[in-house]
């Protein structure tokens, strides 16, 4: 592992990596930061090793998502990918599950299909449109959602449900706001299946992974 890498923590997450994992990982980081100095491919500022923190955060979902995912090559939609956080990451850990990356914005989608074919990730799929769209032509065909920093819960919820398998999961990435959206969501349609805290190695905030599926209306 390198050392840039374990001296942001990645080796406390308990995640067993290979040396491929560790390279692909590491060529993802150069090319987001080097897209992001021209592109703006994401808001984050300041700290030196925020997008690296960031990588962190997103494989930090990995050890839940599988305790929840029971296929073996689960189709799972990522919406708004952005700068491809946390599909790819995932993606790399996980060749065995699909992941469509979901972005309307052409500059975004324009880095994820470059990532992809630099890490010759078979397993991923990037769509240039809204996730509306793709719900109109992809309904029902996803086992899983997940997304991070996209939008409030709610909204979230309300774009992943055509998406979604009758028994599908949303994997819901959050911060210190997820108590006060929760509220907001209507528990008369979705079931809270778990709320489990991460911790992420050097980074001093709050983070959860609300996992949720929809409630199954008996027939009349």
Do not use: C
């Not at 923590?9 to 692909?24: K, M, R």
């Not at 998502?65 to 946390?86: E, H, N, V, W, Y």
């Not at 790399?92 to 630099?118: C, M, N």
Request: proline share 6%; aromatic share 4%.
């Amino acid at each position: 592992m390198s050392n840039e890498l374990l001296a942001l923590g990645i080796g406390d997450l308990g995640l067993s990596l290979s040396p491929e994992n560790i390279a692909n990982l590491e060529v993802f980081l150069q090319e987001m930061s080097r897209w992001n100095r021209v592109h703006n491919l994401t808001a984050i500022e300041g700290e030196k090793n925020a997008i690296h923190l960031h990588l962190i955060d997103s494989i930090a979902v990995l050890p839940i998502m599988r305790q929840f995912l029971s296929q073996k090559t689960p189709q799972i939609a990522d919406l708004g990918s952005g700068g491809g956080l946390p599909a790819i990451p995932i993606a790399i850990l996980e060749p065995d599950w699909h992941l469509t990356l979901i972005e309307a914005i052409r500059k975004k989608t324009a880095f994820l299909q470059h990532v992809r074919g630099r890490l010759g990730l078979k397993n991923v799929e990037v769509l240039s449109e809204r996730v509306e769209a793709v719900a109109k032509n992809k309904p029902g065909q996803f086992d899983a959602v997940i997304s991070r920093a996209f939008t409030n819960l709610a909204h979230f919820l309300e774009l992943s449900l055509p998406l979604l398998k009758p028994d599908g999961l949303v994997f819901a990435m959050k911060a210190k706001r997820a108590d006060e959206e929760l509220q907001e969501v209507s528990m008369d349609r979705w079931r809270l299946i778990a709320d489990e805290p991460l911790h992420i190695p050097n980074l001093a905030v709050e983070r959860r992974l609300l996992v949720l599926s929809p409630v199954r209306k008996l027939p009349l």
